[in-house]
């Protein structure tokens, strides 16, 4: 499969808003750089009209390039950084030396899945998990990505995490990342989340996403968390947090922590 990758450039107040509307239409991958950032979209799926709808709210320009699907690690590769969240969590790929001190190591193989760590979101994500007891505990990991906050539940002792995604190549990079990090108890599926029993019911959720795909997903997820379980949501601007307040209130959820990183926020609920 062929990919655009698209360099958008734009003024630094403008880009989370606008990441955000791109990553509602099916954009991926973002890469930010010194002059805004870079995204990418199936060459199949590709269309240049969502781009101009979104110029004419925000002052952007930006540059379509298509990518043969077997330079696509080689662009990873050049790009990809190691990450460090204090001593809990070190993320890296494989073509990077290990970290000093960490609690937590996780190989990453950068391909085209959201989930390094470097975004606000899963960093989000990742700081909150990290005051949740994962031992023992049922996890769902909902649009898991490259797998990596299914991996990083696992080596906190969780007893068994379901990661699904609708994008094949996620799946397979979840797997391949279980594998590389020796994880054995992550359960990967190719989908939407009707394709998770109704009769399943978890400990935690994770499920960084996006706005809508959260928003229209609340109610099922309260039916498959536990009573007393938590679940984690990221991927929403912070201009929506009355909106996703009031939607999971709504629904029956208890909210226990909000964070914020740049224009992004998390939350974390309980049942």
């Not at 935690?204 to 309260?222: C, E």
Request: glycine content about 6%; overall charge negative; aromatic content about 10%.
């Amino acid at each position: 499969m062929n990919y655009y990758k698209i360099s958008i450039t734009t003024a630094a107040e403008s880009r989370d808003v606008i990441l955000a509307l791109l990553s509602q239409n099916g954009f991926d991958g973002f890469e930010e750089d010194d002059f805004g950032f870079k995204t990418y979209m199936p060459e199949e799926n590709y269309d240049e009209t969502v781009l101009k709808e979104i110029s004419k709210q925000f002052d952007f320009s930006y540059k379509s390039k298509l990518i043969p699907q077997q330079n696509w690690n080689a662009i990873w590769e050049a790009n990809f950084q190691p990450i460090q969240i204090g001593e809990f969590c070190g993320i890296r790929a494989d073509f990077h030396p290990s970290f000093d001190k960490v609690t937590h190591e996780i190989t990453i193989n950068p391909k085209m899945a959201f989930g390094t760590g470097h975004h606000e979101t899963t960093m989000s994500m990742m700081e909150i998990m990290q005051t949740i007891d994962f031992k023992d505990k049922t996890v769902f990991d909902y649009g898991c990505g490259t797998g990596i906050l299914a991996i990083l539940a696992a080596k906190m002792g969780a007893k068994s995490i379901l990661a699904i995604d609708y994008d094949p190549l996620s799946t397979e990079n979840t797997i391949e990342n279980c594998q590389k990090n020796e994880i054995t108890q992550v359960k990967t599926l190719l989908g939407e989340l009707s394709v998770v029993e109704n009769t399943i019911d978890f400990d935690i959720i994770l499920a960084n996403i996006n706005r809508n795909v959260i928003l229209n997903s609340l109610p099922s997820l309260f039916l498959k968390t536990k009573q007393n379980g938590q679940v984690l949501i990221s991927g929403v601007l912070d201009t929506d947090l009355d909106l996703l307040r009031n939607t999971v209130e709504k629904i029956g959820f208890s909210i226990l922590k909000v964070i914020n990183k740049g224009e992004w926020i998390c939350m974390q609920l309980t049942k």
